[in-house]
């Protein structure tokens, strides 16, 4: 259909960081969580926010009348929102609902069984944070990224309608501003309609009605027979609809619709069901509503924006089916692909002579400045595409990204000027804008800074540094094996001298606000060098004296020099800085500032031997060092994008192989080198697995296997669904391996016994994520389950995790009741 309406800018992005430049959403929020301000000091900040941002973006070069400024704002979460938005709230929380007044529309979402109705705000952070022994939703990781969203529960009868019409009011807010200042006409952003379901997880009654336990084993939980959360698709839709009308009544030219569900082969529902979803929803939402006035000679009024659907963070296509051509089929006026992680389509694409197509040439996913005129000679070869439009964008929203290079004083220049954050890369899209509308010699002067920028950090020291390179290329398979397991077992037993279910930790005591403040003082430089030294040996031998007391096998000395368990490493290897305010929303209030890794990794000096060594000096218990594998540092840094990934992960094993060594030679006779994140990198397509599993795999060895035949090895996982990854558990080859298991009742001991897995295995007994102090008949029973389900010697008893965000008190009561239930079952073996 001929579209009449505004065009969508040539120039935009895909969202914009949404806490605040210097995090004042997280603050504002987390002060009224703890009621130091009211919900309504809250939305006034959070609009101020909104209307700050949005005048930024348009000083920044984004059009301020063609809805080229994303409304991505959150209080929380965009998942969460969408669930807001519906009033799709599960059962245990329907008590937070007032179905009486709705959406200021008083559009009452006439589709849902039983009746949707909207959520204070206090009610949104409810269903984020629980409440008393509700739990909250559960929270995961979106796509390859190391954001988290909330998973919606949706069962048959969950209330799906438009109750909540906070996206218009934004939208307005900022059109019409009440200050009388410049007005931005933005594109709200929303999770589209078919992603918002294949994300969500079904609800059933029965984990409804169990309220508590509800979460306790996501997998565990039956559906009701056969239903699939996509089942509800026609009621989202209709709200949907219903949201898309009210935007159109308010004005707004267009509107973003986010599918990135489409980009992935990991969510277990074939192509075919998922292009049924996507012709449904979109045939519903395009095709049935008029995005003009006057459709069907009537003069009706528009009935929707037009709507641009994104696909992040990959490629459309893949063997599983062609989701570019599928959306190019639909009526929505614009699509956006990612150009970063996806490849350029050959050949003309049916349906997008009447689209614009966003090309999204600029990585919102990662740090580094754009070579620009690449990206322009990318963009040119889209019109082989015949689109009826091309606009420049971010290949992702720019949630991902830090806001400003420019907040970076204490940052190298030459480093400085390779990277580019949000601010920086809105300036790269207009300049591509222009360079693609006007010609190259119109942005002469930016092309040519660009291509010196990438000319200077390719010839930059440090960057290829050739001792690293010949360390690398000298490799060979040896490097990467040990001695058998059964040889390895008996030299470890003989060494350590272990009890059956030997119990342990994974690393971190309490971080407690002292230590914190010894630490902050020791940065502003209050404390020095050797006051900090003291302070935290004090610290590790009143750990170790408690594992003594509390009878622990296998001691560790705490972790409390750590700031966090990859940027202590990255502050220490030469290859990566740190930044001051490099923050990017983790999950709700929570950021973290990712180390960049912008050349070769090298060890100047050991990272962790003298804790360990001095830990090890106070007991006569075997204790265990502590190191972050190469796969998690690289998942929670902004990697380099000029080598593959797979080389830069073995530089880092070479680093922390050495580290192994050095805690050897200092007497550590157990070393865990934790992988948190192997299964977070895991590829959005399948094709890919293959390929990624084997460099992981290789590099964790890689840093573990100089370790001697009578050093044990561990390894820790943070997560207990292993599916893609459960051959990868036994191809690390640790010597013991500890996951999280307590929520899923230890399931995952037969899993790994089925695949099998036969070394030491430590599934955790209790869940540190909750305060809640575990029974000894608890974890006598989970001892007991995990030992029946696998050879009882292989098992080790630890918690799910490492305890630096618990306080003493819980921690100490839980290690004694794991302690005294680990004995109890011993007794029985
Ligand atoms: N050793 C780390 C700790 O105990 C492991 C943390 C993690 O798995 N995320 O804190
Ligand atoms: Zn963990």
């Known amino acids: 259909m001929a579209v009449e309406s505004t065009p969508l800018s040539p120039a935009t992005i895909l969202g914009y960081p949404r806490i605040g430049r210097r995090r004042e959403l997280k603050r504002a929020v987390e002060a009224s969580w703890a009621g130091r301000t009211t919900t309504d000091e809250l939305e006034t900040t959070a609009r101020d926010l909104r209307l700050a941002t949005a005048r930024h973006l348009v000083d920044l070069g984004l059009d301020a009348e063609t809805a080229a400024v994303p409304g991505s704002f959150s209080f929380y979460d965009q998942v969460l929102d969408a669930v807001a938005l519906l009033g799709a709230v599960p059962e245990r929380f329907r008590d937070l609902v007032s179905t009486g007044s709705t959406g200021s529309t008083g559009s009452t979402g006439s589709t849902g069984s039983a009746s949707a109705g909207a959520l204070s705000l206090e009610g949104y952070f409810t269903l984020a944070r629980g409440e008393g022994d509700k739990p909250p939703l559960e929270m995961t990781k979106w796509f390859d990224t190391n954001y988290h969203y909330l998973v919606p529960e949706i069962g048959p009868d969950t209330p799906i309608g438009f109750v909540d019409d906070r996206v218009v009011r934004e939208f307005s807010e900022l059109a019409h501003p009440a200050d009388g200042g410049q007005a931005v006409v933005t594109r709200p952003v929303l999770v589209g309609p078919v992603t918002f379901l ?362 409390p020099e750590r700031n966090d368990m990859v940027q202590y490493f990255a502050e220490q290897l030469d290859g990566f800085v740190t930044t001051v305010h490099g923050w990017v929303q983790s999950y709700g209030s929570r950021c973290v500032r990712p180390p960049i890794l912008w050349g070769d990794v090298s060890r100047p000096a050991p990272l962790t031997v003298e804790w360990a060594a001095y830990a090890a000096s106070l007991t006569s218990k075997p204790v265990k060092g502590m190191l972050t594998g190469p796969v998690t540092i690289l998942a929670w840094s902004f990697v380099r994008d000029d080598l593959p990934l797979g080389e830069t992960a073995d530089q880092v094993a070479l680093a922390l192989r050495d580290e192994v060594t050095d805690l050897e030679e200092a007497g550590i006779g157990v070393v865990q080198v934790d992988e948190p994140a192997l299964r977070e990198l895991l590829p959005l397509r399948r094709s890919a697995h293959a390929d990624y599993l084997d460099w992981s795999v290789r590099s964790f060895r890689l840093s573990t296997a100089g370790a001697g035949t009578a050093t044990q090895v561990h390894t820790h996982l943070c997560y207990s669904e292993f599916g893609q990854v459960i051959g990868a558990i036994d191809g690390l080859d640790a010597d013991v391996t500890s996951v999280e298991a307590a929520r899923s009742r230890m399931e995952i001991v037969p899993e790994l016994a089925d695949a099998g897995y036969g070394r030491g295995i430590g599934p955790g007994v209790y869940d540190i994520h909750s305060p809640r102090v575990p029974s000894v008949a608890e974890v006598t029973e989970l001892v007991t389950l995990a030992a029946k389900s696998i050879d009882p010697r292989l098992v080790w008893v630890n918690p799910d995790c490492g305890l630096k965000t618990r306080s003493y008190a819980e921690t100490k009561e839980s290690l004694r009741n794991l302690v005294t239930a680990t004995r109890s079952v011993r007794a029985t073996l």
């Open 198 to 559: 294949l994300l969500s997880k079904a609800e059933s009654s029965a984990a409804a009605l169990r309220g508590s336990h509800a979460h306790s084993s996501a997998a565990g939980d039956e559906a009701p027979d056969g239903f699939d959360p996509l089942d509800r698709l026609d009621d989202v839709v209709a709200a949907y609809a219903d949201l898309l009308r009210a935007l159109a009544a308010a004005g707004a030219p267009w509107v973003q619709l986010d599918e990135p569900a489409l980009v992935t082969d990991l969510l277990d529902v074939p192509f075919s069901d998922v292009a049924d979803a996507v012709r449904r929803a979109y045939s519903r939402l395009a095709t049935d509503l008029s995005p003009v006035p006057g459709r069907d000679s009537t003069d009706g009024p528009a009935e929707r924006p037009a709507i641009l659907v994104t696909a992040p963070y990959g490629d459309l296509r893949s063997d599983a089916g062609d989701g570019l051509a599928l959306l190019a089929g639909t009526d929505v006026e614009a699509l956006a692909i990612d150009l970063v992680k996806g490849t350029v389509p050959a050949g003309p694409v049916a349906g997008l002579e009447t689209k614009t197509l966003v090309a999204g040439v600029i990585d919102g996913h990662n740090i580094w400045r754009a070579d620009l005129d690449a990206r322009l000679t990318t963009l040119e070869g889209l019109s082989a595409l015949g689109a009826g439009a091309v606009a420049v964008g971010t290949s992702t929203s720019l949630l991902h990204v830090p806001h400003d290079v420019g907040d970076e004083p204490r940052l190298d220049p030459d480093l400085k000027s390779w990277l580019a954050f949000a601010d920086q890369k809105i300036a790269e899209v207009v300049t591509l804008a222009t360079g693609l509308a006007e010609g190259r010699t119109a942005v002469a002067a930016a092309l040519a800074g660009s291509t010196a920028a990438v000319r200077s950090r390719a010839d930059a020291p440090g960057v290829v540094v050739p001792e690293v390179r010949d360390r690398t290329a000298a490799l060979t398979p040896a490097d990467v094996e040990r001695a058998p397991y059964a040889e390895r077992a008996a030299a470890q037993q003989a060494r350590l001298d272990l009890p059956p279910l030997p119990t342990t930790t994974i690393g971190s005591f309490p971080q407690t606000a002292e230590i914190r403040r010894t630490r902050a003082s020791w940065v502003r430089g209050e404390l020095s060098d050797a006051e900090y030294t003291t302070a935290m040996r004090a610290e590790i031998a009143s750990t170790v004296a408690l594992q003594e007391e509390l009878g622990l096998d296998v001691l560790v000395h705490g972790e």
